[in-house]
C-alpha cells in the first residue's frame, strides 16, 4: 500500500513539478518485490506518530465557543495559559485559563471583555506569555496583560487600544523575533505593522490587495510577510519596502478560501480548492512561483484546511474546520516533496484549534505537537508522540527551539535589521524565566497607565505651577480612570447575569 493510501479509497495523488506529473510510488509498474518495498517504504523517524486525546477530565468543560462566522481557529496556547473566544452578549471576549484549569469552567469565570464586537482572532506574544492580542469586528486591535496566575476579575482595559482599521480586524499576528511588533489584517483589505510599545501604526499595507486577505504569515526572521486573499493570489511581500516579491494568480483555481505559510526555507505552503471543490495542498518557491513544486488534491470536504508548522521537524498538520480529523505530512527535499505521515481520527467535528509552542511540550513523553481541539461546548488537548523505547532526552526529535527571547527591539527591526530567532535547549525540560515578563515591561507601555498629560506646561506657566498642575490632572485622571473601571465591570457582571437568567428562562421554556 502507497504512503497516500487512505486519503482517496482508490485514486492516485497525482503531483506536479517541473519535471511533469508522476504518480504515488504505490500505483506504478513494479519491476521487483525489494524495488518496491524501498521506494514505498520511506525512512523517516515521524512515521509511527500517533495522536491521542486526553481522558475527559483533562479537558476544559462547559465552554461557549464562539459561533461567529470566521475561519479563524479561535485558540491560542503558550507554555502557561489557553485562551478562547467565546460567546458574548453585547460585545466580544475570551477566556484566559491557566493550562492546569482543566474540568468544568464556571460560567461566572472572568473573562477578557472589553471589544464592543465579536472578536475574530487573538494571539500570544512569542516574547511575553502573558500578553496577548485581540482583533475584533469592531475594528480595533487590543493588546492585554494577563496576571501571572491568570484571571481573578474580568479584564475590560487594554494596556493599548491600536485604531488604524475602517473594517473588522480578522487577522492577528505577532512578529516572530522583534519585540512588540504586531501585524493586523482588516476586511479593508489593509495590512497594518504596529509598535505596540509605542501604539503607533509604523507600516500601513493599504494598496496591495483588492479583495479580502484570507491570512497572512511571517517567515522565520520576520523579513517577509506570505498573504492569501480571496482575489485568488498568494502574495510574498517586504512590509518595509512595501513591495510585492512574488506573485501567483490562481494558486487554487477554487473559490473557497485559501491559506498560505512560511516553512523555515523559505518557500511557501497553500491550501485551497479545485475548481471541483476538491481541497487541495501546494508547495511553492517564491523564486519561480510559476509552478507548484508539488500539488496534491486531497478530499470533497468543503471546510477551510487550516495548517500548523512545527519548523524544527519540518511536519504540516492539517486541520480542516468541521473536520473530525488532523492530518500529518513531512516536507522534504525529495521527491515528492510533501510525504503524508498519518491522520488522527476522531468522532466530533472541530469547530477550532490550538496549537502549542515546542517549549511547552513534555520531552520525557516524546511529545512533538500539541493540539486543543475546540467542540461546541468544551477543548479537548491532543497529544502527537514519537514512540521510543529508551527513556532518555531525544535529541533527534528536539533539535533546539526558537526560545521566548526577542532577538531585536522593534525600533531595529522598523530600521532594517533582521535576526533570526534565538535559540534554546530543551534538553531539561522548558522554565519559563522569573523575571523575563518585568524585562519586557521596562522596555514598552506593556502594564502602565497611559498618561493624558500632552505637555501642556510647556507655554509659559513657573516650573512649580507646571509641576502642581500636572499633579492634579494625574489624580485627576487615576479618579476618571477607576470610575471607567467601576463602569466596565459592572457591565461585565450585567453580562454574566443577563446570560444566566436567558439560560434559566431557556430550560423553563423547554
Not at 500505483?27 to 515521524?46: E, G, H, L
Not at 525529495?334 to 490550538?354: A, D, I
Not at 530600521?415 to 523575563?436: F, M, Q, T, V
Request: charged share 25%.
Amino acid at each position: 500500500m502507497g504512503q497516500w493510501a487512505g486519503l482517496r479509497g482508490a485514486d492516485v495523488p497525482v503531483f506536479r513539478d517541473s519535471g511533469g506529473i508522476f504518480e504515488e510510488p504505490g500505483n506504478v509498474a513494479r519491476p521487483n518485490q525489494a524495488d518496491t518495498m524501498r521506494r514505498v517504504v520511506r525512512q523517516s523517524k515521524f512515521r509511527h506518530v500517533f495522536g491521542q486525546a486526553v481522558k475527559n477530565d483533562q479537558c476544559y468543560d462547559d465552554i461557549r465557543v464562539s459561533r461567529v462566522t470566521w475561519d479563524s481557529s479561535f485558540c491560542a496556547v503558550n507554555p502557561r495559559f489557553v485562551a478562547i473566544i467565546i460567546e458574548a452578549s453585547g460585545g466580544g471576549a475570551f477566556l484566559v485559563l491557566p493550562l492546569h484549569k482543566t474540568g468544568r469552567i464556571d460560567k461566572s469565570y472572568p473573562t477578557v471583555c472589553g471589544h464592543t464586537g465579536p472578536v475574530l482572532d487573538i494571539d500570544w506574544c512569542p516574547h511575553n506569555d502573558q500578553v496577548i492580542a485581540s482583533g475584533s469586528e469592531d475594528c480595533t486591535v487590543m493588546v492585554w496583560q494577563i496576571p501571572e496566575n491568570g484571571l481573578t476579575l474580568s479584564l475590560t482595559e487594554p494596556v493599548v487600544i491600536l485604531e488604524g482599521h475602517s473594517k473588522r480586524v480578522g487577522i492577528v499576528a505577532w512578529h516572530p523575533t522583534a519585540r512588540n511588533v504586531l501585524l493586523s489584517a482588516g476586511c479593508d483589505n489593509a495590512i497594518i505593522i504596529w509598535n505596540v510599545g509605542t501604539g503607533e501604526a509604523l507600516i500601513n499595507l493599504d494598496d496591495m490587495h483588492s479583495d479580502m486577505i484570507y491570512n497572512v504569515s511571517w517567515n522565520r526572521n520576520g523579513s517577509l510577510i506570505c498573504t492569501a486573499s480571496k482575489d485568488k493570489k498568494v502574495r510574498v511581500i517586504d512590509p518595509r519596502k512595501q513591495e510585492i516579491v512574488a506573485e501567483k494568480e490562481k494558486a487554487h483555481e477554487g473559490a473557497r478560501p485559501m491559506r498560505a505559510i512560511f516553512l523555515a526555507d523559505g518557500n511557501v505552503f497553500t491550501t485551497g480548492f479545485s475548481r471541483m471543490s476538491e481541497r487541495q495542498l501546494a508547495l511553492w518557491n517564491p523564486k519561480n512561483m510559476e509552478e507548484p513544486i508539488a500539488l496534491h488534491e486531497m478530499d470533497t470536504s468543503n471546510g477551510v484546511l487550516l495548517p500548523f508548522y512545527d519548523p524544527d521537524t519540518s511536519i504540516i498538520y492539517l486541520c480542516g474546520k468541521g473536520d473530525s480529523s488532523i492530518r500529518y505530512f513531512e516536507i522534504t527535499d525529495e521527491s515528492p516533496y510533501v510525504h503524508y505521515l498519518n491522520t488522527f481520527s476522531s468522532k466530533e467535528p472541530q469547530r477550532g484549534m490550538g496549537y502549542m509552542p515546542k517549549r511547552g511540550l513534555d520531552v520525557n513523553k516524546c511529545e512533538i505537537a500539541r493540539f486543543f481541539k475546540l467542540h461546541e461546548r468544551k477543548c479537548e488537548p491532543i497529544i502527537m508522540t514519537v514512540p521510543r523505547k529508551s527513556d532518555l532526552f531525544q535529541d533527534d526529535l528536539y533539535p533546539d527551539t526558537a526560545g521566548p527571547e526577542a532577538a531585536l527591539e522593534a525600533e531595529e527591526w522598523f530600521e532594517g535589521k533582521n535576526a533570526d530567532p534565538l535559540l534554546i535547549s530543551l534538553k531539561h525540560g522548558y522554565i519559563p524565566g522569573k523575571n523575563r515578563d518585568l524585562k519586557v515591561v521596562k522596555k514598552n507601555i506593556l502594564d502602565s497607565k497611559p498618561t493624558a498629560n500632552k505637555k501642556c506646561d510647556l507655554i509659559s506657566i513657573p516650573k512649580k505651577t507646571a509641576d502642581a498642575a500636572s499633579g492634579q490632572n494625574e489624580a485627576k485622571l487615576d479618579e476618571i480612570l477607576k470610575e471607567i473601571k467601576s463602569i466596565k465591570d459592572t457591565i461585565c457582571n450585567q453580562d454574566e447575569r443577563i446570560s444566566k437568567l436567558e439560560q434559566q428562562m431557556a430550560k423553563i421554556a423547554a
